[in-house]
């Protein structure tokens, strides 16, 4: 493909001709013609890519008139060439969902590719749902560039304009990467690079376009992304405790640990996110280590099936310090396009998934949510406060008439509560769960997604560990986990050895060992046979009896640790603050 100069706007009429001049054009050719309802498909992609290349030549993606036709080019064929563009990639978006994903001859994916580039080439728009989410960012540029004041207003919209045609063109290419087919992903990379240098270009200047992001955060949260404190040094140690609880589950206060455990106690508002029984003394805190070296890990934890808390490994990973800043991550990948699952977990009901920009996805899923729980936790602390006040004022000693009165046999006549619990019991009474239910509803998290092989200069902050080299030394999956506080995971087990590399804030881990699968009570059929029917937040132990008794390492997984899962232990994850990890199996 042509390169253009960082920044520069992609000429849209060498991308096409690159395309229909490169070897993998025509092996794709070939293959359509000996598949079956190939040949009207490769038809289709070669009038499409023709059109494309017609409606293209009036020059780049870059605005040169205000005319209304953005994207559209200037030869006339810009509608024809759109309608074009649509039918071929319909067509190979419909041959993938014939039939079971993994199924899906990758001839039909390499052809939707070739289809998604050549709906950006001719400036498609991104389906209707998802255009207002991918041109997001356009509207924050015009806004920044109209405050600027450097310059004209015929400019401003040129700009603005573009880039609401570089968002539509990088959701065509993001769709190509998540669903297509390897056969044109060289060209797919290097497209989304020019356009995102290109949008990055746009924004050099308008950096309120992003900015008011950190500030948004620091002022809903009162904190970054994960939860340090204004004027806490990074990676500070926090004291080493670990709460007791009683038979039922409930919290007792806290009991001191050896420094360096796992377990860490977290703040009350985060404790109140735990499932019962966590960091007590029904369960083990898991293992830790300070960087073993290579021979230890595999003597001690990896080949004995042995989790361990691992610190010290992540010195070196600059997402330790970047992706704590939402703006960083806007900059970087606002515009690009990522699966989301929105709702409580992958087994619960009204669970589903949703394309949205990375930029949307912070603003609304992570930035919006952190407000929400600062709200109630703000609540949590004022109905603790009042509780406490009028805890205080029962306890003081009674009045020589009440003891008279209790000696004589009267009741002992309760003191009215204080007007501050007054307040607090006033509070409780609204209908705080239905507000919770919903919101679980209504959590966003970008979980298990390849996001590093889609936006590599994210993978430029991360560093594989040195422990996947043990055993067969080959990763098949490196995947990105990132949303707010209360995001789960539920209970299942991986037939891979995993290394949960936490990045930013924490999560609460749980473990149960291979041997407890009959009390993790697995689904017996269907997608989900490795994840047990138990919902650790509210177990029912009529109904699971043997799971109240299963033995269960925890910990909470601070930034700048990974956790060791080994294959077959059952995990349950829960995110007790705004929080990204990255997960390495290897064989």
Not at 304 to 333: C, F, H, K, N
Request: net charge negative; aromatic share 6%.
């Amino acid at each position: 493909m042509p390169m253009t100069a960082p920044g520069q706007a992609v000429d849209w009429q060498e991308v096409v001709a690159a395309l229909q001049g490169s070897d993998e054009w025509g092996q794709l050719m070939g293959e359509l013609a000996a598949t079956p309802g190939g040949p009207s498909v490769a038809s289709l992609l070669r009038m499409a890519a023709a059109q494309a290349s017609a409606g293209a030549s009036a020059g780049k993606t870059a605005i040169s008139a205000a005319s209304g036709a953005a994207g559209a080019g200037g030869s006339g064929d810009g509608d024809g060439s759109q309608r074009l563009a649509e039918a071929v990639q319909q067509v190979a978006w419909e041959k993938l969902h014939t039939g079971d994903w993994h199924a899906v001859a990758t001839v039909w994916r390499d052809a939707y590719v070739a289809a998604c580039i050549l709906a950006a080439a001719a400036g498609l728009p991104a389906r209707q749902e998802e255009s207002q989410a991918a041109l997001a960012g356009s509207a924050a540029l015009e806004g920044a560039t109209a405050g600027a004041g450097a310059r004209p207003h015929e400019q401003q919209a040129e700009q603005g304009g573009e880039a609401a045609t570089l968002a539509a063109a990088l959701w065509h290419l993001d769709m190509a990467a998540i669903m297509g087919g390897p056969l044109l992903r060289g060209m797919v990379d290097a497209l989304i690079d020019a356009l995102q240098r290109r949008w990055q270009a746009l924004h050099v200047g308008a950096a309120a376009s992003v900015g008011p992001l950190q500030g948004q955060a620091q002022q809903q949260a009162g904190r970054p992304l994960g939860g340090e404190a204004p004027g806490e040094p990074a990676g500070a140690e926090p004291a080493a405790k670990r709460p007791r609880t009683d038979a039922s589950g409930a919290a007792a206060g806290p009991t001191v640990v050896a420094a360096g455990s796992a377990a860490v106690a977290p703040a009350a508002a985060e404790a109140a996110l735990l499932p019962p029984w966590s960091l007590g003394p029904r369960g083990l805190p898991v293992a830790s280590a300070q960087l073993p070296s290579l021979e230890a890990f595999w003597r001690d934890y990896m080949s004995q099936g042995t989790p361990v808390v691992i610190s010290g490994a992540m010195e070196d990973w600059p997402a330790l310090s970047r992706w704590a800043d939402p703006a960083y991550l806007v900059r970087v990948a606002g515009p690009r396009t990522v699966p989301v699952e929105v709702g409580e977990h992958y087994l619960a009901d009204r669970w589903g998934q949703q394309l949205m920009t990375l930029q949307r996805f912070v603003e609304a899923h992570v930035l919006g949510t952190a407000a929400q729980q600062q709200q109630h936790a703000e609540q949590h602390e004022r109905r603790s406060a009042a509780a406490a006040a009028d805890a205080a004022a029962r306890a003081a000693p009674a009045s020589a008439a009440e003891q008279h009165g209790q000696q004589q046999g009267e009741p002992l006549l309760t003191a009215a509560p204080t007007p501050a619990a007054a307040d607090a019991l006033s509070e409780q009474q609204e209908p705080h769960q239905e507000q919770h239910e919903e919101q679980q509803h209504a959590r966003g998290y970008l979980a298990q997604h390849p996001l590093f092989d889609q936006i590599p200069a994210l993978a430029a902050d991360i560093r594989d560990p040195p422990y996947c080299c043990l055993g067969e030394g080959e990763v098949p999956s490196v995947n990105a986990w990132f949303g707010p506080a209360g995001t789960v995971t539920p209970l299942h087990t991986d037939p891979h050895p995993n290394l949960l590399c936490q990045a930013v804030g924490r999560k609460y881990v749980r473990l149960y060992p291979p041997s407890a699968t009959p009390a993790m009570y697995p689904h017996a059929e269907g997608m989900h046979t490795n994840s047990g029917r138990v919902d650790v937040d509210c177990p029912d132990l009529q109904r699971f009896p043997l799971f109240g008794d299963a033995a269960f390492q925890d910990c909470v997984l601070e930034a700048g640790q990974m956790l060791f899962i080994p294959a077959g232990w059952w995990h349950y994850v829960k995110s007790t603050t705004v929080s990204f990890s990255v997960s390495y199996w290897w064989r």
